[in-house]
């Protein structure tokens, strides 16, 4: 196991690019296998959540050729998986397995989806319950890893029945209780083979990727607002024959990823820097708006489109101390997965940050909440933790601290940049969960000036 050993670090200089976005990494690979034919992607990210999905991709028999930040996918059509021989190992990647669930309760073959210890501790009634409403036969398992008893109850790992000769996924209504662009896609993707449409509605509109990209696909696939209709028999009388040719994608830098250098050069005084290429989505943007909000904007000169419709833009963050702010409702579905790197800046506010409406960080990688409000008072910042969120006082003198990540990636990159601003050292164990997204974070920070390592511990 390794740990990131951080000092307090002088101004960061320079340009640099992030890793590809991770959510439309997952769906270039798993569309690309499902075209017919061969499909090139490049500046996908070499994180080992997206090569979970590469993996079982690979294990339904899709030949999938890695060089470098490229993929050549030999795509097999949405007929074309074969079965398995073993379990299907999701890793630490919860959209790995939410979306695969939707796919492979299509199939004619069964399978078995596992993950690692965290992802094991993640809901998926999320899922299974929609899924079984429109004939799916899949169940998922309690803490003890007997058969789910309730939805309320249903955890990795996930079991897939094949559907039998005659039977086929129904056209299914719902109305999802919480935002998920993972239960989103999960159904979008049962209803490609389903005998009737998919209708969802969203509380709050998640991530578009999907729609974006099948849209660009020419799926018969409609949205409005935070609702989706897909109807697999075609759109307008226009009949459908339910598959797509083979495209050539570029995946856009990961905003998620790029909030961590973006909180870095907020935290160390002096810092300017300019991170390339970055998806800007308006799904995916929340954290921007909120820096805008609070006085810290973040200057984006826009690029051209990346895959399927994707806008991208070169971001410039030069140090400034935000004021204080509240953060909810939908700007927070647009920011979820940032609200770590927003606990690190709010540390160094002028003012009081307030989270709210954030009660999905609870069922992440590890309890967000709780973790981040242990990480911050590590670090001599006084929180409150709420029931949906937290308080953070901003302006307290940092002091450099030992912390554990708890395994959870985003958490270990907030505690680094933490410690790029606090005195003395900052140790952050299990450090090694920061490949699950991030994998070259540490060069990448080292090449902007912090004194940052990662040692074996
Ligand atoms: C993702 C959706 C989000 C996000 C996750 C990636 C996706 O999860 O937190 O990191 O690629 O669809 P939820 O769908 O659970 O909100």
Not at 309 to 330: I, S
Request: charge should be negative; proline fraction near 5%; glycine fraction near 12%.
């Amino acid at each position: 196991m390794s740990r990131l050993v951080v000092q307090k670090s002088g101004p960061l200089r320079g340009r640099v690019q992030v890793p590809g976005d991770k959510s439309i990494g997952h769906r270039a690979i798993l569309f690309g296998s499902l075209a017919r034919g061969r499909c090139h992607v490049r500046g996908l990210s070499h994180g080992e959540d997206n090569l979970s999905t590469v993996a079982c991709m690979r294990a339904m028999g899709v030949n999938i050729e890695l060089a470098g930040d490229r993929a050549t996918i030999d795509g097999v059509g949405l007929r074309g998986l074969s079965m398995p021989s073993g379990v299907l190992d999701c890793g630490n990647s919860g959209t790995t397995m939410r979306l695969l669930a939707g796919l492979l309760s299509a199939q004619r073959f069964g399978t078995r989806l596992v993950g690692d210890a965290s992802l094991t501790r993640r809901p998926m009634g999320r899922v299974v319950g929609p899924l079984r409403a429109r004939g799916a036969h899949i169940g998922g398992s309690d803490k003890d890893g007997r058969p789910a008893p309730t939805l309320e109850k249903c955890y990795p790992p996930l079991s897939v029945a094949p559907l039998v000769e005659g039977e086929q996924l129904t056209g299914i209504e719902y109305d999802m209780p919480v935002a998920s662009a993972q239960v989103k896609t999960c159904l979008i993707l049962s209803g490609l083979y389903a005998s009737g449409p998919t209708a969802l509605r969203e509380p709050v509109l998640s991530r578009d990727h999907t729609e974006r990209m099948l849209i660009s696909l020419g799926v018969p696939l409609r949205t409005a607002g935070s609702m989706v209709y897909l109807d697999p028999e075609g759109l307008d009388g226009a009949k459908w024959d339910r598959g797509w040719d083979p495209f050539e994608w570029e995946v856009p830098g990961d905003v998620s990823s790029a909030a961590f250098p973006i909180a870095a050069a907020l935290l160390v005084e002096g810092s300017e820097i300019t991170i390339e290429g970055v998806g800007t989505n308006p799904t995916r943007t929340g954290l921007l708006d909120m820096l805008r909000l609070i006085g810290a904007p973040v200057e984006q000169e826009t690029r051209d489109e990346a895959a399927g419709g994707e806008p991208r833009a070169d971001l410039f963050v030069k140090h400034v101390r935000p004021r204080g702010g509240l953060a909810a409702g939908e700007l927070v579905v647009r920011m979820i997965d940032e609200v770590p790197a927003l606990c690190a800046i709010a540390a160094v506010s002028r003012g009081t940050i307030e989270i709210r409406d954030a009660e999905e960080l609870r069922v992440k990688e590890s309890d967000r909440i709780a973790t981040m409000a242990g990480v911050l008072r590590a670090f001599g910042v006084s929180c409150e933790e709420l029931e949906d969120g937290m308080r953070i006082e901003g302006g307290a003198k940092l002091r450099g601290a030992t912390v554990t990540s708890q395994g959870d990636h985003r958490i270990a990159m907030s505690a680094a940049v933490l410690g790029l601003a606090a005195e003395g050292t900052t140790i952050v164990e299990d450090a090694d969960c920061i490949a699950t997204s991030f994998p070259t974070f540490v060069p990448l920070l080292k090449g902007l000036g912090a004194d940052v390592r990662l040692e074996e511990s």
